[in-house]
């Protein structure tokens, strides 16, 4: 019997090593995978990758590659994954979440030594992405995908990625508009110095002659390129009758362009091309600031992401890899352990236990018998079953969900947002100012009405008003990042500020997903001797139950294995095994001990044990709520009403009770669809409903609320649709969160107020006629600084003191 | 003051070379990835035939 050796880490992947005997060289192995690897690596002379770091590897997947990646053959699926192909020449970018260390960076992109066909191979470690161009004639997609699974960086394949492929452009086009103002900017500033500070006579006519028309010809295209996105929205706004924030600004920026180059043309006067181009300029800094968006967080997936790309069919005795999608009701399929159930089927052989904690929230697998029905969506856990599929994928039951209508309305909440409700009151006021300036000075010549109208047009251009939320909200969004919260878009922040009922999901959003408490208590008071652990510990071993996997792990490791001398698992019951001498049964209180039922069970599960057939008690699983759930949910009854929508059933009502606030509704044994009717009658009744979830079953519930909030143990794994994702581990700063969305409406109120005293200020000189372009040039910058300061500041201040500087709850 | 056009002109010519660096440098994709290039940078490629040297560091 072997006995471990002191923990040795992996030299591959820094496991522990739980044997010895998987060594060379004097270096340990955790297993034959990691060993595969290095030889790998050293027969191709890349041994530097452990130079780099210490144990940088994964552990791979030992897996039957072969038949798992024979999807990737399929002709019609390769077009849809590789970015280009042409000739012999192809291209595709892969996700590959493994990658951990710049040791992995090093041997992604040394991959050519280790395969002749690729001839090009880079990382992007923010997104964990490798592109890859590899030669048709000398390789296969298959066997490069075959190679980097055996490497330990096994690709990230979904149907999410075949239906949406990325778009990067709009990033790449706001840079460059930028670029362009920003250069218009700076170099017509310089050409209106003279007109800043040299007095009228003393630069020759000429000169202002040529400085003019270099201005029109350095601002035009600011007007047709980097301020593009502006006028087409205003037009969008003018077609759908709503009006938005952007027809103050292309009306001030068009008036600016318009009045600016008639006067040049027409020897007036320099006009106003530096305000022009540096209000683009500063309009779009604010668009960056806000449209910062994570890059490697997704929010909008649906069960494509969550599902796997192809499935192992099984016909007159062959196994074939097919992609999904090719998938008819009547087919064969294989199942493995902890894969996933694609599509609604009938069980054919092998023992089915399938977990649907991710679409139904019951944290307990379900056993099934074959010619049982299994609902796609299920995990198997154990051995390898046979299905026959009856519904495609897309019409399966989890799946539906996604067909209601909900999922297909587009997000369109920017109507009602508080920048634009003040658009509509400012650009009503603007226009009626300018329209009496005119009709005022009109019996002076229509030469200055114009002026004077035009010039209040300019000056009243929102440029302050509208950086005010931009500066606010992405410096909000920073300090949401930095405590992992992360939000969609900065809309997202004014939403938070205005809910009143907060809805929860029980399995995994209070509760620990993970973690069970497990507590034995013995009959009689006699406690469990060392010994008898480890026999429990040697029997649960052999189960897949998800009881005595939690089991297992609940109870003390010891160094030695004892070999039960007869096993048998009856499903649904128990087991029953001799060990040691000893017959030991674990299992159901009927299956254990005979009584029929015991009424103490009702708020818990458990586990009952006998020994030599005497009655030694019971373990008990308790699920854990989150810490600090407590002072959380106290914090927020005060001011909400919360809600409980479960998927389990009510084995934990008693438990949760306390938690809840005496007007909170607690509902349980929810289907998804419940879930997201109840939100639903909420909205209907008038309320503005955030609900907080993390699985496939809150889906719809998520995507009806106006907030929904995905709570994730990893934020780069896979949560469904949702505005924000929320780390697990902060979950208490909730209320902190909500807090915040209100300080920073607080704040862009402040700002609106600062930016109207400057239009104000502008007014009166405009209607006036004193607006010269010093004054406008000095006036316009002034504002929208002191509104960025301000609005930086305060938020950066606010966040600090409410998310930073706060204990959590 | 005659030569003035020519040297703003000589000046925006320069301003135009960095403009169009600058739009090479977004469209060839380096602001999409910000991070690895720093890392990249500090990895050496050894040549292949460096064979003792790399024995000798595992050896020990």
Redesign the interface.
Known sequence: MPTNPPNIPCYHCGLDCHTSEIAV?EKMFCCHGCLTVYEILKAS?L??Y???NQSPGSTPNEMGLETKYGFLGDESLQKQLLNFADGDKANITLTTPTMHC?SC??LL?SLYKLNAGITYSK?????KTLNITYNTNTTNLQSIVQLLASLGYEPEFNLQQISNKSQ?TA??SL??KI??AG?AF??IML?SLPEYFAKADEV?ES?IW?FGW?NILLALPVLLFSARDYFMSAWKGIKHRVVNMDIPIAMGISTLFIRSTFEIVSGIGQGWMDSFSGLVFLLLIGRLFQDKTYQRLSFDRDYKSYFPLSVIRKRELKEESIPLGNLNPGDRILVRNNEIIPADSILISGHGNVDYSFVTGESDAVKKQSGDMIYAGGKQVGSTIELEVVKVVSQSYLTQLWNNDVFRKEDDNSIDSLANTVAKYFTAIVISIAVATLLYWLPNGIQSALNAATAVLIVACPCALALTIPFTFGTAMRFFGRIDFYIKNSQVIERLAEINIIVFDKTGTMTDSQGMEIEFIPENGNRLSESEIQLIRDIARHSTHPLSRKLVSFLPITDLYMEPESYEEIPGKGIIASIDGKSVMLGSSVFVTGEKKDRRTINATRVFLTIDDINRGYFEFRSIYRKGLKVLMSSLVDKYEVDLLSGDNDHEKENLLPYFGGNSVLKFNQSPEDKMKHIHSLQKRGDTVMMVGDGMNDAGALKQSNIGISISEDVHAFSPACDAILNADEFQRLPNILRMAKSSISIVKVGFAISFLYNILGLTLAVQGYLSPLVSAILMPISSVTVVVFSTVATSLAAKRILIDNPRY | ?GV??IL?IAS?FV??CF?LA??WA??NGQ??????PS??M???D?K?NN?VE?ED??GN
């Open positions: 060289e002379d041994c530097d452990y130079d780099l710049s960076i090093w992109e990382v992007n470690f923010l997104k990067q990033q790449k840079y460059i670029g362009i250069f700076a170099n050409l020759p000169f040529f270099l | 003051m003035l056009p703003i925006l301003a135009i403009l600058f739009l977004v469209k602001y999409e990835d910000s991070y690895t890392i990249r500090l990895l050496d050894k292949m064979q790399i560091k595992h």
